[in-house]
C-alpha cells in the first residue's frame, strides 16, 4: 500500500497545518516578562527542543517549583498572541480534498486542547473535520514517543498498516517509525530539509503543495474544495 492509497492521513499540528512559531515565542515571551522577569529564551535553554515540548517541560527546566502557576498562565496567555497564527498556504484544501476523496483525516498533537481548538479556528479548519484528536491531556508520554500515535489510530479505527502519519520534526518522524507506520516529513514547518532528511522518512517535501501530491489528493478534488 502507498501512501497516495492509504485512507487514513494523522496530521501533527504545530509547523505542519498552521505555522504558530510567532504565537508561541510570544506567548513565552509575556510568561517569562510577566512572571518570571526574564527574557527567553534563557542562555541555557534547549531552544532547538522547543516546539517538540510541552509547556510544563518547559517550564519544569526554567522553574520547577512553579509550573502550575506558569504553565496556568501560558494558558491565560496564548489567546492574545493568535494574531500571529498563520495557515500555511494551501493546506485548508488539501484537508478538504482529502476528505471530499473518502479518506480519513486524524490530528496527533503533542500541544494541549485548548491550544488546538484555537489554532484551529484561527486557521479555518473545522474541528469535527478530523476523524480523532488527540492532545497533551491524553497521554502520559509525548512525541517521539509512539503512544500518541497509536492511540490516534485506536481513536480513528485504524491499522498503522493502512496510515500515514505528516508531521514537520525529528519527534514526529521517531514516533511514527515508533508506531510501525510511513511517515512524511515536511521541511516548511520549524525544522530544516537537513536535520529532517538524516532521520530518511519515506517522503519529505518542501511545500504543502508538494505535500498534497505526496498524499495522492487529486487536483480536482483541492479545486472542487477551494470552490
Known sequence: ???????????????????????????????????????????????????????????????????????????????????????????QDMVSGLVASGRSVSLVTNKGIERTLIDLQVAGIPAKTFTAIVTAEDTIERKPHPAPILLGLERAGAKAAEAVYVGDGPQDIRAARNAGMPVVAVAYGFY??????????????????????ALGVARQALRGAAQ
Open 1 to 91: 500500500m502507498t501512501l497516495t492509497t492509504r485512507r487514513h492521513v494523522l496530521f501533527d499540528l504545530d509547523g505542519t497545518l498552521v505555522d504558530t512559531r510567532a504565537a508561541v515565542l510570544e506567548c513565552y515571551t509575556h510568561v517569562f516578562r510577566e512572571r518570571l522577569y526574564r527574557d527567553f529564551p534563557p542562555d541555557d535553554f534547549p531552544a532547538d527542543e522547543l516546539f517538540a515540548m510541552r509547556p510544563p517541560e518547559v517550564f519544569a527546566i526554567v522553574a520547577p517549583d512553579r509550573v502550575e502557576e506558569l504553565h496556568a498562565a501560558y494558558r491565560e496567555t496564548y489567546p492574545r498572541c493568535v494574531a500571529s497564527i498563520k495557515v500555511f498556504e494551501g493546506i
Open 192 to 213: 530544516d530539509r537537513a536535520v529532517l532528511s538524516t532521520l530518511d522518512p519515506d517522503s519529505l517535501v518542501d511545500t504543502p503543495e508538494a505535500l498534497s501530491e
